[in-house]
């Protein structure tokens, strides 16, 4: 059974910078994807960013690219998220998620493995 655990979360100030993390047990032979995703208060969940293990190809929603960072390692089976010039429309619970696939994708429907989540507030 995979396991995702999320970790990095805190506050910051606006501008800043933040690292998320989501280690993955588990993982064994195949093709996987590994998205991040945040819920807003009072908003649905939105994909940010996903990363192939396959090829290592990413993607990036528009409101994030440019100043998000996914990247994984593959020895640590951990998945990163730098994250620069935080905005305070960023504060949300960060998730990353799983999917068996080496397609890149960035709705939820496709992800079958989640971690709890971590908070992430920007403020100051």
């Known amino acids: 059974e995979v396991q995702l655990v999320e970790s990095g979360g805190g506050t910051v100030q606006p501008g800043g910078s933040m690292r998320l993390s989501c280690a993955g047990s588990g993982l064994t032979i195949g093709d996987y994807v590994i998205a991040w995703f945040r819920q807003a208060p009072g908003k649905e969940r939105e994909g940010i960013s996903c990363i192939s293990s396959a090829e290592g190809d990413s993607m990036y929603e528009r409101s994030v690219e440019g100043r998000f960072v996914i990247s994984s390692d593959k020895d640590k089976k951990t998945v990163y998220l730098q994250m620069n010039s935080l905005k305070p429309e960023d504060t949300a619970v960060y998730y990353c998620?799983?999917?068996?696939?080496?397609?890149?994708?960035?709705?939820?429907?496709?992800?079958?493995?989640w971690g709890q989540g971590t908070q992430v507030t920007v403020s100051s």
């Open positions: 998620a799983l999917r068996r696939s080496s397609n890149c994708v960035l709705h939820e429907y496709w992800f079958a493995s």
